[in-house]
């Protein structure tokens, strides 16, 4: 019997791991949409640096196996959802890699949105998986 078509879950958070972090260049594009501080949290997959400034995540079956991205989960302002989804995705297109909005489950059992890299760079393994703590 037909069970109709998947339900897709309504997503109001962001999990941010690179330069959409507070003290980045591009949490400006961010600030105008979060709800509060967000919080810290992970993500399984693997972080690269592109060695263009900014990281590329990797989240999807291209991840090793047992690989933690740090970063924070902010819920953003359901009032502002779609403009904020729209400003986001034509900023992370602007860059280098191909990036692309999907749904992630983080450690703290929030679904979110997350920006997963393409392909096309050269990239370096960021042993610990968190951007800020790079160098």
Known sequence: MWQGWPVTPHVSHLFVYGT???????WHFLQPFVTDEGWPDTIR????????????????????????????????????????LDVLDA?????????????????????AFTYEYGDGLELWPIEGGDWLARH
């Open 45 to 84: 997959g693997r972080l690269f640096d592109t060695g263009l400034g900014y990281p590329a995540a990797v989240v999807d079956e291209r991840a090793a196996p047992g690989g933690t991205i740090v970063g924070r989960t902010y819920p953003l302002l359901e009032a502002s959802l779609s403009q904020a």
């Open 20 to 26: 959409l972090r507070p003290g980045d260049v591009r």
């Open 91 to 111: 900023e992370e297109s602007t860059v280098a890699g191909l990036y692309r909005r999907v749904v992630v489950t983080t450690h703290t059992g929030t679904t």
